[in-house]
């Protein structure tokens, strides 16, 4: 890849990566860590992580290079391969929020595809609300000791490092801290899950901090209160959701125009029945007002403005939502050959599952129309 690619050469080139990468090598990254661990090492290499990242640490320091790689994603359907979580996430919480001893330590692998990151903020009795946290980091002689459990942890079996909240408890304080912490750390342990249901190729763990000893300088900028730059992290992966989503829907709107023109029963096409027509007209109309929606948000993005949780709730829950009315409409549509996969090459099953799972992570439709709601009680 040139050193500074244009827009459009740089779509190719996510473009040609997701192809002869991902999509070709698909099974493979589905059955093997090392395999899949490597893709994401090899998607650093090719430049797919250096959107947002600063320039000093060999970014390109302009958001539209992470958007493509988010579109392109999308436009590939392929959901279960969150490179925005390293490029975009966890780059936003060490690129904002990182100690100068953190950023020179950690941007530049994560940018370039050296060291994978990932995020451990979910736990057993339930990831929805952050208040509920129980990990916990107690003071100790050389700082603290960290304990706690992480479930359904993206990247956890690959990932070289590790973001982790917990609950700090410290003289009558009792705030929420993310600690970054290296995988070989003595105490963490990582319970990989396997047999998943959907999202083939993502790699989802269970993170055990068994009494770590961490100190001040663990925390994430030392930052002592971090509520809000976990919710700021949030609304990032929230974005990137609807904007993968959001691609998604316009990828399956086309496909499946296309199929039904050409499906005839014998007789006629069946789009020229008033339900296949109908329901076509009905996703047409909400695909584009979500995209627009979806728009503003992306202009803001670029803008480097902040993303409102609202907004990026609103926009979430819509883009999911009318990913799953489609998919399922469509694997109706298809009859059998959603099935056995002949005449459409849409695993149609495979984004419809895959877009359920993506309904929960990053929070769930209900606490979507939780945060939604929580802004009916601001006065203007
Ligand atoms: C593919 C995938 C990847 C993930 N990756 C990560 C990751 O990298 N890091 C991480 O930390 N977590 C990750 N998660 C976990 C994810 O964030 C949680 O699954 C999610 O927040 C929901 O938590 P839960 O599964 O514990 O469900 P729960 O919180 O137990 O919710 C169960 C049900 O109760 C409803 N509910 C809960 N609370 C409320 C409420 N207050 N009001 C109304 N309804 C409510 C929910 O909507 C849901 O329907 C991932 C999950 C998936 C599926």
């Not at 030392?222 to 959001?246: K, T």
């Not at 907004?311 to 298809?334: C, E, G, N, W």
């Amino acid at each position: 890849m040139k050193m500074n690619p244009t827009y459009e050469e740089y779509r190719m080139d996510v473009s040609c990566f997701l192809k002869e990468v991902v999509i070709k090598n698909y099974s493979s990254l589905s059955k093997s860590r090392t395999h899949l661990k490597q893709m994401w090492n090899e998607a650093g290499a090719a430049g797919l992580f250096k959107g947002a990242g600063n320039i000093e640490f060999g970014g390109f320091g302009d958001r539209q290079y992470s958007l493509i790689v988010m579109e392109e994603l999308g436009k590939h359907l392929l959901l279960d391969i969150p490179f925005w979580l390293q490029a975009d996430v966890i780059l936003h919480f060490v690129q904002q929020y990182g100690s100068s001893l953190q950023k020179h330590k950690y941007l530049q692998p994560l940018i370039n595809g050296d060291k994978i990151g990932a995020f451990c903020l979910t736990e057993e009795h339930g990831g929805s609300d952050i208040n509920l946290i129980r990990a916990k980091a107690t003071p100790a002689e050389q700082g603290y000791v960290l304990t706690g459990v992480k479930k359904f942890i993206t990247s956890a079996s690959i990932a070289d490092f590790f973001l982790v909240v917990a609950r700090l408890e410290e003289k009558g304080e009792n705030g929420l801290a993310i600690f970054l912490l290296e995988r070989d750390r003595e105490g963490i342990t990582v319970a990989p899950i396997e047999n998943r249901r959907a999202m083939q190729a993502l790699d989802l763990g269970e993170v055990h901090f068994n009494k770590i000893q961490v100190t001040r300088e663990d925390l994430l900028g030392g930052l002592r209160h971090a509520s809000l730059a976990i919710l700021r992290g949030l609304s990032v992966e929230r974005f990137a959701n609807a904007v993968l989503c959001q691609e998604m829907c316009e990828v399956l709107m086309r496909e499946g125009v296309e199929w039904a023109r050409k499906r005839n029963n014998g007789r006629e096409s069946i789009m020229s029945f008033q339900f296949v027509s109908y329901s076509f007209a009905e996703h047409e109309a909400n695909s584009r007002l979500t995209a627009a929606f979806v728009d503003t948000l992306k202009q803001l993005y670029l803008k480097e403005k902040r993303l409102q949780h609202q907004d990026v709730a609103i926009a979430k829950y819509k883009s999911i939502s009318h990913l799953i009315q489609i998919s399922t409409f469509l694997a109706k549509l298809f009859g059998a050959r959603t099935v056995t996969g002949d005449i459409t090459n849409l695993d149609i099953l495979r984004v419809h599952n895959d877009a359920v799972a993506q309904s929960i992570a990053g929070g769930t439709e209900e606490i979507m129309k939780k945060i939604i709601s929580e802004g009916f009680s601001y006065s203007s």
